[in-house]
Nanobody
Framework: EVQVVQSGGGLVQAGGSLSLSCTAS??????????IGWFRQAPGKEREGISC????????HYADSVKGRFTASIDNAKRTVSLQMNSLIPEDTAVYYC??????????????????????WGQGTQVTVSS
């Protein structure tokens, strides 16, 4: 059974930066040729797709709310996927999830809208941005 484990997150002041990472087990599971999505859910709000990165064709898509501030990456050698978050604002406060899918690219908004496309999910990580 594939398990995705998240790390990172925490508390930061507005304007600061945080990084989130995900690894997967078993050891023969690879992120190669997969699509990596990042989602978040703030209290009282619906889950929001914020980033998709495809390892198969390099396509990316970011939600307008994070575009220019967040950057997703895949390191297949380290078997790690990451989300670098800069210029954080209080509205970024949420539980963040990484998700792993396959068979689709990240060229359009659909990659952020259809969470059912993703097969494996991390456990979620709290990010809190203070003003």
């Amino acid at each position: 059974e594939v398990q995705v484990v998240q790390s990172g997150g925490g508390l930061v002041q507005a304007g600061g930066s945080l990084s989130l990472s995900c690894t997967a087990s078993p050891s023969d599971f690879s992120f190669a040729d997969r699509a990596i999505g990042w989602f978040r859910q703030a209290p009282g709000k619906e889950r929001e797709g914020i980033s998709c990165l495809s390892d198969s064709d390099g396509s990316t898509h970011y939600a307008d709310s994070v575009k220019g501030r967040f950057t997703a990456s895949i390191d297949n050698a380290k078997r790690t996927v990451s989300l670098q978050m800069n210029s954080l604002i209080p509205e970024d406060t949420a539980v963040y999830y990484c998700a792993v899918g396959h068979g689709f690219d990240c060229r359009g908004r659909s990659s952020l809208s259809f969470s059912a496309w993703y097969d494996y999910w991390g456990q979620g990580t709290q990010v809190t941005v203070s003003s």
